[in-house]
């Protein structure tokens, strides 16, 4: 039974793998070809998330689950955006747009904004000097926040140019180093997936 | 209990009620604090500077609100940079709940510099698919968006017409916070040779440092100090900064804590005779 998703898998990464390096204009075209229907994966992979999101909440609101309340919030909203949406348009003058700005946005804002509070907190009671990289950790932090703000020359000329250096220095160097980490990582994951070494994208057997 | 005692084991409420002020004060009374302009946010500024009038750019605005304290600003100091240059603008996002806000920040830039849809800027919208949009852009254009965002064909749009890839764009300008911009940086420009300038969150900034360079970017601009970096390059006090007053006194506010932190933690161990 998992011959053929193998197979699909093994064909599309090896196509789209040899046709980056054929600049021939049927080659190319096919390869077009292969981005749009992936475009039509996309599409049906938004209607199966929609499908498995209204099939989980609603099983929590029928089985009055804990939390089933938001749940049923959840399916409301879906179901009110996707009418209005088909029915008035998506545009900023439109009962979506409209909510959007008022709720969604501001409400998404807000939680992110919270971090400022919990990472306050946090770094009061655990940004600790316990050892000699510890304390590295925090004189480099305190230069950074400090900085890299405006008010970062007006305490000391120099910090500006300090934290440039820790940035292109350091900072750099580390980062090249993962980045070829990353890069040779995602290769070798790559064609484990292509030859069917790694199948875990295929789910529980 | 001690005083060092009782430090440490502080209510945290009290710490948000300080960062809580550390917000709210300098955005009711601005303090006005000097914004340097760092040499990554300069290259960017001078990259889009440099275009002649009349050319055409691809801006993509990939962020959703969570983040857009940051990247809102940056939309629209490029977006009013763009326009006073009279640089058109091709504006798309890649996330679905971009679009309200990329749309807020066409029409506000646009107001502000008397720009007009469709002759000084076109909005393609949203399009799933991060890999496949980039490399479809680079190979047809009309294949991935047949229409703009409000359902107009784009050989009805002026600014479209004879715009079909990356080669009759001058740049791609790749405002995200999020892996979008590895993937830019893969196929815009690695596979497409698109000139590329890129403006993220400030905690991703330091992940394309190396991009810049080895001149794969243009320009960096990131976080809300680079944004704050661009209005004062364009001569414009806009919401960076204005932010950057409360950013500044939170950041003191946090060393503080930490320095504070740490003192009561060594003053402590040292009167139980545990510590150094």
């Given at each position: 039974m998992r011959r053929g998703p193998l197979l699909v898998t093994f064909l599309s990464g090896f196509a789209v793998a040899a046709l980056f390096f054929i600049p021939n204009y049927r080659a190319q075209t096919f390869n077009n070809k292969l981005l749009e229907w992936t475009l039509v994966v996309y599409a049906f992979a938004l209607i199966l998330g929609s499908i498995s999101l209204w099939t989980n909440h609603a099983r929590k609101v029928r089985n009055r689950s804990e939390g089933w309340a938001f749940s049923a919030v959840t399916l409301i909203s879906l179901v009110a955006i996707t009418v209005l949406g088909i029915w008035k348009?998506?545009?900023?003058?439109?009962p979506v747009g409209r909510i959007y700005s008022t709720v969604n946005s501001p409400l998404a804002s807000t939680m992110f904004a919270l971090l400022a509070f919990v990472i306050a907190s946090a770094a009061f009671r655990a940004f600790r000097a316990r050892s000699v990289e510890a304390t590295l950790l925090l004189a480099t932090a305190i230069v950074m926040m400090v900085g890299r703000v405006s008010i970062g020359p007006l305490i000391s000329p120099h910090l500006p140019a300090m934290t440039e250096w820790l940035l292109d220095v350091p900072n750099l160097a580390a980062k090249r180093a993962i980045a070829i980490g990353v890069g040779l990582g995602a290769v070798s994951t790559a064609l484990k997936i292509i030859l069917g070494i790694e199948r875990s994208y295929l789910g529980r057997s | 209990m001690s005083f060092v005692r009782k430090l440490l084991a502080i209510d945290r409420r009290i710490i948000f009620l300080l960062v809580g002020l550390g917000v709210v004060l300098p955005l009711l009374h601005p303090l006005n604090l000097p914004v340097t302009v760092t040499p990554r946010v300069q290259a960017a500024y001078d990259a889009i500077d440099a275009l002649p009038p009349g050319s055409k750019i691809l801006l993509s605005m990939d962020y959703e609100p969570d983040i857009m304290a940051e990247l809102m600003p940056m939309s629209m100091a490029v977006l009013r940079h763009c326009f006073r240059k009279h640089v058109r603008v091709i504006a798309m996002t890649l996330y679905p709940a971009g679009t309200g806000l990329g749309e807020r920040a066409l029409t506000l830039a646009a107001k502000a510099e008397g720009a007009t849809r469709n002759k000084d800027y076109a909005w393609l919208g949203y399009k799933s698919g991060f890999q496949v949009v980039m490399i479809g852009i680079g190979e047809n254009l009309r294949g991935i968006y047949?229409?703009?965002?409000?359902?107009?064909?784009?050989?009805?749009i002026p600014i479209l017409?004879?715009?079909?890839?990356?080669?009759?764009?001058?740049m791609v300008v790749n405002l995200s916070g999020s892996s979008a911009t590895d993937y830019w940086i893969q196929f815009a420009q690695g596979r497409f040779h698109a000139p590329l300038v890129v403006g993220c969150t400030a905690v991703m900034a330091t992940d394309y440092y190396p991009y810049l360079s080895s001149k794969q970017i243009l320009g960096l601009i990131g976080g809300m100090k680079g944004a704050a970096e661009y209005e004062r390059l364009l001569d414009v006090i806009g919401d960076a900064r204005r932010g950057m007053d409360a950013q500044s006194l939170v950041h003191l506010i946090v060393v503080a804590l930490v320095i504070t932190g740490n003192a009561a933690l060594f003053w402590s161990r040292r009167s139980e005779g545990t510590g150094p």
């Open positions: 348009g998506v545009g900023e003058d439109t | 047949p229409v703009d965002f409000y359902g107009t064909p784009l050989d009805s017409r004879h715009v079909n890839s990356y080669r009759q764009m001058a």
